[in-house]
Every structure is written in C-alpha cells, then in structure tokens.
C-alpha cells in the first residue's frame, strides 16, 4: 500500500517552513478543503478555546516546560474543568494511584477506573475465548465515567484495542498519557528510533 501524501517523507517541510511544495503535497492537492477547516475552525468556540489552551500549556508563564501530567494540569484548568476521568490497565496500577493524587492534589474531582471493572470474561463480553481470567472491559470504563460526567479522560496503558473502544464509546474527550507496549517496556517510539550511528531525519 503507497502512502498517500507526502507529510511523512518531505524533503522541503513547506508547511512550516515555506516554499515549494511537492507534487503530492496536501496543500497542493486539498487547498480548498484546507481553507474549508480553517475557516471552520476559526468560527468554531470549542475549537478555538482547545487550540488557545494547547497553545498556552506546554510552558509555565515563566518558560519552564511542563511534563505531560502538568500539561494536563494546566490545560485542564485553563479549560475550566473540574472532574477528570482515569481510564487505566491493572498493571498501571501504581501509576494511576500517584496520577490520582496529583490531580486531586491540583484540585480536580478524579474518577479512577480499572479496566477489570465488572469482573467478567472474555466468554461474558461475546469473546469464543476462555482464559479462565478477568477481562478489560474498557466499554464499562467509559460508560462509569460517562455517568460521572467527566469532562476529560485521561487514558492510562490501555491495550491497543481497548483504547479504541473507550475512545470510541467515552462522552467527554480523551487524551493518552501512556500506552501499552509489552515489548518496549511501554515505549512504543523506541521502535521508531534510529539506528546507532544513523542521524534523525
């Protein structure tokens, strides 16, 4: 299967750079859907407060840059949301206990869900799979915290799968904090990282 645009391979970055474009740039070849979605964009109030917050919340007002969890932090607040949802695997267990408190130690309402949650099988959720263990049951997960009226969810080590599921079946919006990877010790970019002695493109 070819790759569609450009983006992933281009050798100009005219986008953010300027200058020519490739043949098979997007610019190129949707301008009019492009000018479209800004436009929209522009006109659209939840859009235009996401974009602000995600603008403002990378730094402190002192230009230190925040981790991911203070990120979180801080566009929450930004965004004036109070409860927060925590979508986690069991085996993040610990870490959703010390995100917990930070969020709640930030002042948020948190509502932590595990993704064993209903202690179920695989058999009980329609799976021909029996493993003789509790299965993830991440549609439970969205819907507890969707009648808990979170109005972010932060989703924590869900298998690939799951978060496709949750995200799929959660009210309110979702952002990953981390994801499952067995192999990588749940650093999933190390499979993307250069060889030794090869430079970043």
Avoid at 16 to 27: D, L, S, T, V
Avoid at 82 to 88: D, E, K, N, Q, T
Avoid at 133 to 154: D, W, Y
Wanted: glycine share 8%.
């Amino acid at each position: 299967m070819s790759v569609m645009y450009s983006c992933s391979h281009c050798p100009t970055r005219s986008c953010a750079r300027g200058g020519e474009q490739p043949a098979n740039c997007p610019m190129r070849l949707e301008s009019a859907l492009i000018q479209d979605t800004i436009a929209w964009n522009k006109g659209d109030t939840d859009s235009v407060a996401l974009l602000t917050a995600a603008a403002e919340s990378p730094k402190t007002p002192a230009g230190v840059t925040r981790n991911r969890v203070e990120e979180i932090i801080a566009f929450s607040q930004r965004m004036g949301w109070r409860r927060l949802g925590v979508a986690f695997c069991i085996m993040f267990a610990h870490e959703a206990r010390v995100l917990c408190d930070q969020l709640a130690h930030a002042g948020f309402e948190v509502v932590p869900v595990c993704c064993k949650v209903g202690a179920v099988g695989l058999p009980e959720l329609g799976v021909p799979i029996c493993d003789g263990k509790a299965a993830c049951n991440p549609v439970t997960q969205a819907a507890l915290l969707n009648t808990n009226a979170t109005e972010l969810n932060i989703a924590l080590g869900l298998c690939l799968g799951h978060d496709l599921l949750f995200a799929k079946h959660a009210e309110g919006p979702v952002t990953t904090l981390a994801v499952k990877d067995r192999a990588l010790r749940h650093q999933p970019l190390d499979a993307l990282r250069p060889v030794a002695g090869e430079g970043r493109v």
